[in-house]
């Protein structure tokens, strides 16, 4: 609404938000002994805004990123989903996957959410959020950030949880040069890496070809097979 001019309704993906409205939807724990549903929105936006900036800011609602795909405006959100790549050297730039790590410093233990209370006229509070674990290791190291339209104390310490439970697991980015073959991942999609330099064992490559009769494939290398183990190939 107010975005008619720029972006027409056939140019979003409405599939692909429906799926993400169905995952807002699925009732947790709120922490208070009931449920209620993972991420709603409650508020007003009563300021003249650049159109992205908006976007943007709606998206963050569910944890999710606004960027223009082949067909318009689409959205992808952090939630489970199925791998859609298999990466491995065999399909990247001279066999190559870079790895790098998060800085130390950049990984928060205490969260400060502010978020609106319904119990006191809709006015902010902070909602905060611990880790003892990473405390205990790292210190007191606060980050603060706004849940916005946000009027649930339970979805805003879920969202403090996210933050600091992110920072602490996803410390580690792969990085690599790809041909046209990998030219339909999206921001947002999960994909699987075997990489035998990371993993210490040879899990990927290519089928060179595959016979008429569909009973056999041609492999790019050679394969030693173990007897007595049963083995699985997925294309």
């Not at 939807?25 to 936006?45: A, K, Q």
């Not at 070809?209 to 290398?221: E, G, M, N, P, Q």
Request: aromatic residues 12%.
């Amino acid at each position: 609404y107010g975005l008619g001019q720029f972006v027409l309704a056939a140019s979003v993906d409405k599939y692909g938000l429906y799926a993400i409205a169905q995952y807002c939807d699925e009732l947790v724990p709120n922490g208070f002994g009931g449920t209620e549903p993972r991420f709603t929105f409650n508020g007003v936006i009563s300021t003249a805004e650049d159109a992205i900036k908006v976007l943007v800011t709606v998206a963050s609602v569910f944890r999710g990123m606004v960027f223009w795909g082949p067909n318009g405006v689409a959205v992808a959100a952090d939630m489970p989903s199925d791998p859609v790549k298999l990466i491995t050297p065999a399909n990247v730039v001279d066999g190559l996957i870079n790895y790098t790590g998060s800085a130390l410093k950049s990984r928060h233990t205490v969260a400060f959410v502010s978020w609106y209370d319904p119990d006191n006229a809709y006015q902010p509070n902070i909602e905060v959020v611990e880790d003892a674990a990473s405390i205990d290791r790292f210190g007191w190291r606060l980050t603060e950030v706004v849940a916005f339209g946000c009027t649930s104390r339970g979805q805003a310490h879920r969202f403090g949880r996210w933050i600091l439970d992110s920072e602490k697991n996803q410390t580690e980015t792969a990085s690599w040069g790809a041909s046209w073959d990998q030219a339909d991942i999206f921001p947002g999609d999960i994909v699987e890496v075997a990489d035998p330099a990371y993993a210490g064992a040879d899990f990927g490559g290519r089928v060179a070809s595959i016979a008429l009769d569909a009973k056999s494939v041609t492999l790019d290398r050679p394969v030693t097979l173990v007897d007595g183990s049963t083995y699985t190939l997925s294309v």
